[in-house]
């Protein structure tokens, strides 16, 4: 069965620096993997996605995330992070063939100043 | 407005009373899915609709649990005889296209409290 981690519940950066955040997969096929953003009280939004091609894929609001299928990981990537980027990051997988996604459980992101 | 919306926002029950939530996907998205997301937790996907037909049904819709999207635009889910632990968002979401090249769009969510 597929599955996600983020193996970070929780993380705190200052606002100017740089972000990682760690997702990694486990499923039998060529993954199709999205990072999503909820900020409270909110639904989700997309980032970014990769389905195939170029590994490094570029997303909304200056994120990046890469694609290494030997680490079976997607780690999603800002070189200078906004206070307004405190939310909860969400890496997802798809699978099926019914667009059905799989979630991690979610980094929350806290920036101070 | 043109997103996925839901209705309500907010719901209080007692346990043992039945409720049902109403969603809206973006006209014209062909594909409705629901999810759950406890506290803690990412969303879990619940049950997936192509046009009116529920193609896909996970586990955690035990049969307390029902799904309709009866014209293929608008969807409910009705929980009956809601227990504590179906305290949660319930995430609605809408796409179009093709299976794997497209954008599932997510409404704000209803949250449910049971008490």
């Known amino acids: 069965a597929q599955s996600v981690t983020q193996p970070d519940i929780h993380i705190t950066v200052s606002e100017g620096a740089s972000l990682e955040l760690r997702c990694n997969y486990s499923y039998g096929a060529t993954p199709y993997l999205f990072w999503y953003v909820q900020s409270p009280g909110q639904g989700l939004q997309l980032l970014l996605k990769?389905?195939?091609?170029?590994?490094l894929v570029q997303g909304i609001k200056g994120f990046e995330a890469e694609f290494k299928r030997s680490q079976s990981s997607f780690n999603l990537r800002k070189p200078s992070v906004h206070w307004s980027d405190a939310a909860e990051y969400f890496c997802?997988?798809?699978?099926?063939?019914?667009?059905?996604?799989?979630f991690g459980i979610g980094t929350k992101l806290q920036v101070i100043p | 407005d043109t997103g996925v919306s839901q209705d309500p926002r907010h719901k209080i029950t007692k346990r043992g009373q039945n409720v049902t939530f109403r969603c809206d996907p973006i006209?014209?998205?062909?594909?409705l899915y629901w999810y759950r997301q406890t506290l803690g937790q990412g969303p879990e996907f619940l049950t997936y609709f192509q046009n009116e037909a529920q193609l896909e049904k996970s586990r955690l819709l035990s049969d307390r649990f029902s799904a309709e999207r009866p014209k293929g635009s608008f969807s409910t889910l009705e929980i009956q005889r809601t227990e504590q632990g179906d305290s949660a968002m319930y995430l609605c979401a809408s796409s179009f296209g093709a299976v794997a090249d497209t954008e599932a769009f997510f409404g704000q969510g209803t949250r449910l409290t049971v008490v």
């Open positions: 006209s014209e998205h062909n594909r």
């Open positions: 990769y389905f195939s091609g170029d590994t």
């Open positions: 997802a997988l798809l699978s099926g063939g019914y667009q059905k996604v799989t």
